[in-house]
């Protein structure tokens, strides 16, 4: 992709600004991340703005990026159920807020998330009758609330609902004397099934018969077998999806169930307390784990890949998922180039072949996109993002960067064109810029991406790896694009060019992952940034006997192994470029070359993880062969 190296680009840049004496950037290096349960909202340098920005959110947390630990977070303590249902806002910091809103609901409990069951709860323990009749409203928790509410009612009674006993009325001795003497309209069934288990003209014996029968239950003969009474043990306990006992006493029930794990106590098929711990882990989608705390979850979490923290309910907290987005640049427009170059790739994201160009200052835009292409790619399962290049003419594209007309013409063709393919993104290849066209650079590229993204489209921007010294001197303003685009690719490769006076790497490892290093001082968030590879080398050509330098050519990554062979090349690790330097010598002359293959590819790879970048784009695609994709597979 470029055809310049960045010590050309710094020539042009340096005759034009000149730098203030002894200007540092500030180091904006993001080392915090704010978090919305498992959804990053931003990063920032400074712990303190941080968490001031992700106090504005609820559930949210900072995470330091580097180990992933949690320096501070709002997560809720409590949540309020009634019954089995719980809503967004019933999640409280303290106990004393959640009961403030509990005690405006019936069957209402509140769960301690960091622990198992419950710390507070006003399920009803005693019911009021009046006769055969009760009301949904006459439940209480407190036996004295029973009887004022009773009070206000002839032949009413109260049972305890922990025992199903009839313990309170306030019918006379006299009066029960006289409905024994009435008819027998009160029987007794099992279970809904009629046998002679015995049929009472007073309520109050048929009750205290029917506590000598299990799930027993009192029918009013006289008003169509009319349920007035329950002996029934509403209460089920589960072990795992595992009927195993069930209980009259909603307290029996929770003292039972203590002795187990995996316990969940129904009642009417609502689950209303469980002891499986609210925090669960995940391997991909088979659960691995189960805890009481976050902390305990997070500490557990660390030690393994693919890892997801859900909340018992199914919310997702955290995880650890790695997807480096893999991006390969095709260096072609022709279908054929394309189609081949993407069926020897293993895990490719993204597709950016060569199909759009500024074509001179006025605005024109030379079209060589393949719409058979785009329908292919995209059956494929490829995301498209068409590289856009300037030819690397630095005079014609300060023409262009001085005319708004030019270049309002040549984004409305891009866009237009981008949208009638229905590509995904673009990415733009604006090289060898003058340094005097820095603001109108950021400006152009601050119009286009607006109406890209208008229309659907990311953008990305390409930029030279270069150096902190003088990058503030070159026409990327690296910080403002970074906050206008979707993308940035450091281009981390010509360390050594065409046009280098000394043999050397085209990328040394060092020197790629200081560049990382570099461009995260500018603030661009590591979610944005790209880490650029190459699939070629450089090889020198040496004079044997004087040590002058004749010339260079780049070769390609796939050709190296059969060029070694033939020449009989030997190899020595470099410690400067952290690669295997490899010589050779033909004809009175000496070749050396830095060994770019599968392990520098996945060096390279690492150092986009370690960095938690978005991802890696190879510079290009038909210089490498299948086994290349391969080895960085799993790294994804």
């Given amino acids: 992709m470029r055809r310049f190296g960045w010590v050309a680009a710094l020539l042009v840049a340096v005759t034009v600004i000149v730098a203030p004496a002894g200007a540092t950037a500030a180091n904006k290096t993001t080392k915090y991340r704010v978090y919305q349960n ?29 180990t992933r630990n949690w320096v501070w977070n709002n997560y809720p303590r409590y949540k309020l159920y009634q019954y089995d249902v719980s809503l967004p806002d019933w999640e409280f910091a303290t106990l004393e807020e959640a009961k403030a809103v509990a005690r405006y609901y019936g069957h209402a409990a509140i769960r301690d998330m960091q622990s198992t069951g419950w710390v507070w709860n006003n399920y009803p323990r005693y019911r009021l009758y009046q006769g055969g009749i009760t009301l949904d409203q006459w439940e209480f928790a407190d036996m ?41 309209v009160y029987k007794v069934v099992q279970d809904g099934v009629s046998q002679d288990l015995g049929t009472f003209a007073y309520l109050e014996d048929a009750v205290n018969e029917a506590l000598n029968w299990s799930n027993s239950s009192v029918v009013d003969t006289s008003n169509g077998n009319q349920v007035v009474y329950r002996n029934a043990k509403p209460y089920k306990v589960y072990q795992n999806d595992n009927l195993i006992a069930e209980f009259v006493s909603m307290d029996e029930a929770i003292a039972y169930s203590q002795w187990y794990l995996h316990i969940r106590i129904k009642l009417d098929g609502k689950e209303i307390w469980t002891n499986v711990p609210y925090y669960q882990v995940y391997q991909s989608d088979n659960k691995a784990a189960e805890f009481k705390t976050l902390s305990e979850a997070l500490q557990f979490a660390k030690w393994y890949t693919n890892i997801s923290i859900r909340t018992y309910h199914g919310e997702r907290i955290w995880n650890n998922y790695r997807k480096l987005l893999y991006w390969g640049w095709n260096g072609s427009s022709a279908a054929d180039t394309i189609k081949k170059q993407v069926q020897t790739t293993v895990g490719l994201d993204i597709v950016s072949p060569t199909w759009f160009q500024l074509a001179d200052g006025g605005g024109t835009m030379k079209d060589m996109s393949n719409t058979e ?57 604006f090289e060898n810029l003058s340094g005097k066209d820095r603001a109108a650079f950021t400006a152009f590229m601050n119009d286009l991406t607006v109406e890209a993204h208008a229309k659907g489209l990311i953008v990305s921007v390409d930029l030279p790896r270069g150096s902190v010294k003088w990058n503030h001197l070159s026409a990327f ?125 996945k060096a390279r790879v690492d150092i986009a993880a370690k960095y938690d970048l978005a991802g890696i784009a190879a510079w290009r695609l038909g210089y490498e062969t299948t086994d290349v994709w391969n080895a960085i597979l799993q790294q994804k």
Wanted: glycine share 6%.
């Fill in 477 to 601: 303003d690296h910080e403002k694009l970074a906050q206008i685009v979707d993308y940035v690719i450091t281009m981390a490769y010509d360390q050594h060019y065409s046009g280098s006076d000394k043999p050397g790497s085209v990328s040394g490892l060092q020197w790629a992952e200081e560049g990382v290093k570099e461009f995260l001082e500018y603030g661009i968030p590591r979610d944005k940034l790209v880490l650029g590879i190459p699939y070629y080398v450089r090889e020198w050509k040496i004079n044997a006997a004087t040590g002058a330098l004749e010339s260079n050519r780049a070769i390609y990554m796939k050709d190296i192994p059969a060029l070694i062979a033939a020449k009989k090349a030997t190899s020595a690790w470099d410690p400067q470029f952290q690669q295997y330097k490899v010589e050779y010598e033909d004809g009175g002359y000496r070749y050396v070359f830095w060994l770019e293959n599968e392990e520098t590819v």
């Fill in 373 to 429: 292409s785009v329908a292919w790619l995209k059956n494929q399962g490829y995301a498209i993002h068409p590289l856009v290049n300037n030819q690397f003419d630095s005079a014609m594209t300060s023409q262009f960067l001085a005319n708004k007309g030019a270049q309002q013409t040549f984004i409305r063709a891009l866009i237009d064109k981008a949208a009638q393919l229905g590509v995904d993104g673009l990415n733009i290849d």
């Fill in 38 to 66: 498992e959804t990053a909202v931003s990063e920032f340098s400074d712990l303190k703005q941080a968490i001031a920005f992700a106090s504005g959110y609820k559930k949210s947390y900072v995470e330091e990026i580097g």
């Fill in 144 to 184: 004295k609330d029973a009887i004022a509410a009773a009070k206000w009612y002839l032949g009413a009674h109260v049972i305890d609902l922990n025992t199903n006993k009839w313990v309170w009325d306030n019918i006379p001795a006299s009066e029960k004397q006289q409905l024994r003497q009435g008819s027998a």
